[in-house]
C-alpha cells in the first residue's frame, strides 16, 4: 500500500494536494510548491530520503502515498531522526487520509506500515504526535499501541505525544 510517488502520479497527486489544502488546512504534497515541475519534485523526495542536500531545518525522511487498488489514498512522512520541533511536537511520523477516503481504516493500515519501515531503519520507539482534540488520530495511535507520555503546547495549540 506505501510507494514512492512517481512520474505518473502527478496529475492525482496535484489534484489530491490541492484539495486537500483546500478542505482540512493540511498540506499533503511536503515541499510541493506551486509551478514546480513534477520530476523535481520527484528527484527533491528521493533526495530527503537519502538525506542529501538536506536543508538545516529537515531530517532524513520517506515521503510515501498510500495506495489502494492504483488511487491515492494518503500519505505517510516518516522520519529517521528528531530535530528540536519534532521532538517537541511533530514526532518520527505523520500521515493522513483525503477526506473522501476516511473511515475505511487506511489511517491505521498507513500506521502500521510507517512503523514497520521506521524500525528498519532503525526507529524503535517513534515518537507519534497529534492535536490533542483529533480524536480520529488518537485512536489510530493507539490502536498501533501508542502509549501517551504527554501534552504540550504546540504551534497550533495543545499537542499529544505518544511512543509506540
Known amino acids: 500500500m506505501l510507494r514512492s510517488l512517481t512520474l505518473s ?17 493540511w498540506t499533503l504534497g511536503l515541499g510541493l510548491d506551486d509551478g514546480m515541475e513534477w520530476a523535481d519534485y520527484v528527484g527533491l523526495l528521493e533526495k530527503y530520503r537519502l538525506g542529501v542536500d538536506l536543508p538545516a531545518n529537515l531530517v532524513r525522511a520517506a515521503f510515501l502515498v498510500a495506495d489502494v487498488d492504483g488511487v491515492i489514498v494518503g500519505r505517510s512522512s516518516i ?24 473511515n475505511n481504516g487506511y489511517a491505521t493500515e498507513i500506521l502500521r506500515q510507517s512503523l514497520t519501515i521506521s ?4 526507529v524503535d520507539p517513534a515518537l507519534l504526535c497529534c492535536d490533542d482534540n483529533n480524536i480520529a488520530s488518537v485512536v489510530v495511535i ?9 501534552v504540550v503546547e504546540g504551534d497550533g495549540g495543545a499537542v499529544r505525544r505518544y511512543w509506540v
Do not use: K, P, W
Open 9 to 25: 502520479d502527478e496529475v492525482e497527486f496535484r489534484a489530491a494536494h490541492e484539495n486537500m489544502s483546500q478542505t482540512d488546512d
Open 79 to 102: 522520519r529517521f531522526s528528531l530535530n528540536e520541533f519534532l521532538l517537541h511536537e511533530g514526532g518520527h511520523i505523520g500521515y493522513g487520509v483525503l477526506a473522501a477516503h476516511r
Open 119 to 122: 524500525r528498519c531503519e532503525g
Open 142 to 150: 493507539e490502536r498501533c499501541g501508542g502509549r501517551l507520555e504527554n
